[in-house]
């Protein structure tokens, strides 16, 4: 299996989910004790538009690595394969602010920079189902992929991604200029989704992985907002269970109270919340992070 497919399958186009059979069985969700209420009632995940993320600045850096592979090929490209190298830099521009949602997942479910930045001094993570949670998501129109931090690997996918697109381009015939500008907008709805899972490497303790939407038209109306004190965030929803179908654990079995003052009744008050909508977690249990390092 080569690097790309690792984190991103290619081929065929509707298998281009990341690879959790590398021994990641459970993966955890951080989130303050507002979040997990809502995830409990509303039985879904909330994906925010990659442009209001904290990290949004890494997924432009991961479209200039492209921009930076396509110069070089550029060059000594002649034909087919130029006219669509020369059409992909006008693309990317093009395509800068389209709408490309995720949701943040980890491999630990207790870990002290998680809660610093996502809990507030009093949230949860989340433990779900690798397989059922890739299954769910699916259903809703995203992928299950594992970030990227080392910047040399990202280069070497990145390379090996738009390679293997220019294998198949030449198989094309005469392709002119309007078909230039298709294949490299089928490019981009792929490569998108790879380049909002490039890291910067200084969080790699985190071995986050992601669920990325497909490209989303902001007419569809699908996106809805919330309110921050002073910005608007547009975010999807992936729903936990099926119509008409008992799904009592929502594709989670485990619940790790953050560190707090209050863990006790957090724990008290979460049973009976999922007693209350049918919910069965396997396990709750509570951070071993000193409260006091927060």
Request: hydrophobic share 40%; with cysteine.
């Amino acid at each position: 299996m080569d690097k790309t497919h690792k984190h991103l399958s290619v081929e065929p186009p509707t298998d281009r989910l990341g690879e959790p059979d590398d021994g990641v069985r459970r993966l955890y969700h951080y989130t303050t004790m507002s979040g997990l209420l809502g995830i409990v009632e509303s039985k879904k995940l909330r994906a925010t538009d990659i442009h209001y993320m904290n990290d949004a600045n890494e997924f432009k850096h991961g479209l200039a690595i492209l921009g930076e592979i396509v110069k070089v090929r550029a060059q000594t490209a002649a034909g087919t394969t130029k006219l669509f190298l020369e059409t992909l830099p006008t693309r990317v521009a093009q395509f800068s602010n389209i709408n490309l949602f995720a949701a943040s997942f980890t491999e630990d479910g207790d870990l002290l920079s998680q809660w610093r930045g996502y809990s507030q001094g009093g949230g949860a993570s989340i433990g779900f189902d690798t397989a059922q949670l890739k299954y769910l998501a699916s259903l809703a129109g995203f992928d299950l992929i594992k970030c990227i931090y080392n910047d040399e690997l990202k280069r070497e996918i990145a390379g090996e991604f738009l390679d293997r697109k220019l294998g198949h381009l030449g198989k094309e015939a005469g392709i002119d200029t309007r078909g230039a500008y298709f294949a490299a907008n089928g490019l981009l709805w792929e490569y998108y989704q790879l380049a909002a899972c490039f890291k910067d490497s200084a969080f790699s303790e985190e071995n986050e992985w992601r669920l990325v939407s497909k490209i989303a038209a902001n007419t569809n109306g699908a996106i809805s907002f919330r309110a921050t004190s002073s910005m608007l965030i547009p975010y999807l929803e992936i729903p936990l269970s099926q119509e008409g179908q008992v799904q009592p654990s929502l594709g989670f079995d485990r619940i790790t109270i953050g560190p707090s003052s209050h863990k006790e009744l957090i724990e008290n008050a979460f049973v009976m919340l999922c007693e209350r909508g049918g919910i069965l977690p396997k396990h709750i249990g509570k951070s071993q992070s000193p409260y006091r390092l927060l």
